[in-house]
């Protein structure tokens, strides 16, 4: 099955900074790959998704990159403010019923 | 439109008690998921249907977990008898359709005593 691998787990950034968080995934066959947002005792919420055919996509301050020959995929925040502050998941699924996420990076923005 | 919605937000159990948990999702949402997210870690899914039907679910551990969708609308998810490490957040999800957007529940937080 796909494993799906998050780094960094915590990062911290100034405001106004930019911030990158990168997943890997072991399943060439992927070919959807959404970002939650997950704030403190809430549920979490879609901000962006890619899909394979699909290199880059942009959404205002966020962007989502995808490399499907080095299995990677990333996302990166501009401009961060401190309501971005809270756990970001990535997952990757090739099926519909094998979704699989990442551990998960706690971003904190210091005003 | 209204959110998915679940029962009960908290729950405390003594291990090898029973617990079920209830899930409504967005009105029309064929797909219904539920994951386990045990604390600092991403959501695992357990099972995922298809109107009534169960698509997967290779990650249920069946022995003590069992889950049902009867009309296609609403799901319940039991555990019986629980164990220390069941304790997490058990998420639903919903979604029109496979690869569309999943739409969270609160979330039940389940604490084995």
């Known amino acids: 099955g796909e494993n799906v691998e998050q780094h960094p787990s915590t990062l911290s950034v100034q405001e106004g900074d930019s911030a990158v968080i990168k997943c890997t995934y072991s399943?060439?066959?992927?070919?959807?790959f959404p970002w939650y947002k997950q704030e403190l005792g809430k549920r979490p919420q879609l901000i962006i998704d890619i899909r394979s055919n699909v290199g880059e996509k942009k959404d205002q301050r966020i962007a989502v990159t995808l490399n499907k020959t080095a299995k990677h995929f990333s996302l990166h925040i501009t401009e961060t403010q401190p309501e971005d502050s809270a756990v970001y998941f990535c997952?990757?699924?090739?099926?519909?019923?094998?979704?699989?996420f990442g551990a998960g990076t706690r971003l904190t923005v210091k005003p | 439109e209204a959110g998915v919605a679940q029962s009960p937000r908290y729950k405390i159990i003594e291990k090898r008690q029973s617990v079920a948990f209830w899930c409504n999702p967005i009105s029309g949402h064929a797909t219904l998921y539920w994951y386990q997210q045990i604390l600092g870690q991403g959501p695992k899914l357990l099972i995922q249907?298809?109107?009534?039907?169960?698509?997967?679910d290779s990650q249920l551990p069946k022995d003590r977990f069992s889950a049902e969708r009867l009309k296609g609308v609403d799901s319940t998810l039991k555990i019986q008898p629980a164990k220390l490490e069941d304790s997490a957040v058990y998420l639903c999800a919903s979604s029109d359709r496979a690869y569309n957007e999943q739409f969270f529940g609160p979330g039940t937080r389940l604490t084995v005593l």
């Open positions: 399943d060439s066959a992927s070919n959807y």
């Open positions: 997952a990757a699924s090739e099926t519909p019923n094998d979704m699989r």
């Open positions: 249907f298809q109107n009534n039907g169960v698509v997967d």
